[in-house]
């Protein structure tokens, strides 16, 4: 598990990671996890934790249902970026057209990446 907190100017701090693949991922026990993070934020960071992302998976859902039962003024949601990459994996998955197009994509990709044309393609703005 890896957490990040959100300064007020909106900047990612990573702040922890955890080695959970040791653990059966059970709500409680990833709970205990989030709460302790939030109170090392809360006091490393001097702040308030405001609100809790994860995936929707059913297991990190019933954590943060915990976790606010015990802090009511943190709210929890879903990662939209994780449901974004779901909902797109989703609709390219029903449409082969698109499917066989993303794959071939992917391997021109892969195929170039590190050549002298992938360098040029991706070079960074302003340089030359």
Request: glycine share 2%; charged share 20%.
């Amino acid at each position: 598990m890896a957490f990040m907190a959100i300064s007020s100017a909106r900047q990612a701090i990573p702040t922890r990671s955890i080695d959970t693949t040791a653990e059966r991922h059970f709500a409680h026990i990833l709970c205990a996890h989030m709460v302790a993070e939030l109170e090392y934020v809360e006091k490393e960071f001097d702040t308030k934790v405001k609100a809790i992302i994860t995936d929707a998976a059913s297991d990190c859902r019933k954590a943060r249902s915990l976790l606010v039962e015990q802090y009511p003024h943190v709210v929890s949601l879903d990662c939209f970026a994780h449901q974004m990459n779901l909902l797109v994996g989703n609709y390219l998955k029903s449409q082969p057209e698109a499917s066989a197009l993303m794959k071939q994509a992917f391997e021109v990709s892969s195929q170039t990446q590190g050549s002298r044309t992938h360098k040029q393609i991706h070079r960074p703005s302003g340089s030359s």
